[in-house]
């Protein structure tokens, strides 16, 4: 929507406060007595005659005003202060998935450069990973007409790095309070070692806005997606974590996958409130930061965590959502919860740390217990799943990693989203 308010007015309204009224209501008098009214006037024989009498701040203004877009004038001429309307763009390059491997190890490792307007960004590199997660946070000013171009490289240690694909945004297309946040296709590029255009080469997700930070975002340290996903959850569908500590980059790199750790969704009545809610029900270690919502302590075992309370509380990369489709039915989830309850409070099921180690052997030839006295996190997950026959039959209880547990053919994402972050904790630079 364009800026249809008169200038004089415009001018009284934006800078009322921010500098001496006598000052703003003396640029506001030249406008009307010169008939400077409208966006139009600006740049017109009488806008010369006058501006330099204007504080550098407001010609600015008026001058960045005349030459944007339609939608560009009503953002910056609802936007309040003495900096001329040089509103900042905010960018999140907060992750990528599928990666092309543009290395010989099957892997890469990604960084991402920025370019708009003369300005430059450079994201953190991800070593040896095809599903790299930065959280990188950028700053821009405001230059009408350009476009902003993002660049993902892989880092070589030897000779030049080698790009892996491209893609263009359009800030200009922006209004004020609007955040567009959504996964990209990476476009193809060329390289002096051939063309990749038959090969796939991934998404990136970005998130970029004018201005302030929506209130939405009740964290600034993180971005959180909660609220976005809540309301489709549903009980049985898988969450996968993504951890930054010794055991987990052991668990990742063992098993050459994206996740450390699953867990899943467990719709219950909150006795604090006597309504349905949404929880995680997991095999965890105790010693972790969540207590068990239900008993109030830590538990070496299965644990019931209220599903915001352990976002919140997590100190890992990342949580993913895999929804689980078509839902659990009625008999389905009557199993499920007699078999949590079976494991939690029956059995007294321990969290089982050698078992998940020795998971990962398993293409090596190595085959864990066959029963589950103590399960580690997937091994839960997927003993879960089998029962109420969900399960893929070629997917072994004891062996199951969290990488191959969401793989499975029941999960299924929603079209355009490589993966569903609920919680992505802002790392780096």
């Known amino acids: ?241 993504i951890g930054d500590a010794v055991l987990s980059d052991a668990i990742t790199s063992v098993t050459n996958a994206f996740l450390s750790h699953t867990g899943m969704v467990y719709k219950l009545t909150n006795p604090e409130t006597n309504q349905e809610d949404v929880f995680i029900v997991e095999a965890l270690i105790a010693g972790q930061p969540d207590y068990d919502y239900f008993s109030k302590q830590p538990l070496n075992g299965i644990n019931i965590f209220h599903i915001r309370q352990r976002l919140r509380n997590y100190v890992g990369h990342g949580i993913y959502l895999y929804p689980i489709e078509p839902g659990l039915s009625a008999a389905e989830i009557s199993n499920l919860q007699r078999i949590v309850d079976e494991f939690k409070y029956q059995k007294k099921t321990c969290f089982d740390i050698v078992g998940m180690v020795l998971a990962g052997l398993a293409p090596l030839g190595y085959h864990p217990k066959d029963n589950v006295e103590k399960v580690y996190c997937s091994e839960f997950n997927a003993y879960c799943l089998k029962t109420i026959g969900r399960l893929a039959k070629d997917l072994p209880v004891s062996t199951c990693t969290p990488q191959q547990l969401v793989e499975q053919p029941v999960v299924k994402l929603p079209e355009g989203h490589p993966r569903i972050p609920l919680v992505i904790k802002k790392h780096g630079p």
């Not at 997700?205 to 809540?230: A, C, G, L, M, T």
């Not at 489709?232 to 969450?239: A, E, N, Q, R």
């Open 1 to 241: 929507m364009a800026c249809e308010q008169s200038l004089p007015q415009l001018i009284l309204e934006r800078y009322r406060g921010c500098c001496h009224e006598d000052v703003v209501e003396a640029v506001a008098k030249t406008l009307t007595d010169n008939q400077i009214l409208t966006i139009a006037d600006v740049g017109g024989p009488k806008w010369h005659s006058v501006q330099e009498k204007f504080p550098l701040g407001i010609r600015r203004f008026l001058k960045t005003l005349a030459i944007a877009p339609p939608a560009m004038q009503h953002t910056l001429a609802t936007a309040r202060g003495m900096d001329g309307g040089r509103l900042k763009l905010f960018v999140n390059v907060l992750e990528a998935a599928n990666v092309f491997p543009a290395d010989f190890n099957g892997k890469s490792d990604p960084y991402c450069i920025l370019k708009y307007g003369g300005q430059e960004g450079r994201t953190c590199v991800r070593s040896g990973t095809l599903n790299p997660i930065w959280g990188n946070l950028f700053e821009f000013d405001i230059v009408l007409g350009e476009k902003l171009s993002l660049f993902m490289m892989d880092k070589d240690l030897v000779g030049a790095d080698d790009p892996i694909g491209e893609i263009e945004l359009c800030p200009d297309e922006l209004t004020r309070g609007t955040v567009v946040d959504k996964w990209h296709d990476l476009q193809i590029v060329s390289t002096k070692k051939g063309s990749w255009s038959c090969l796939q080469h991934g998404q990136v997700h970005v998130r970029y806005y004018i201005s302030e930070e929506p209130q939405e975002v009740s964290d600034e340290r993180n971005f959180y997606y909660i609220d976005k996903w809540i309301g489709s959850m549903k009980t049985g569908d898988l969450i996968g974590f």
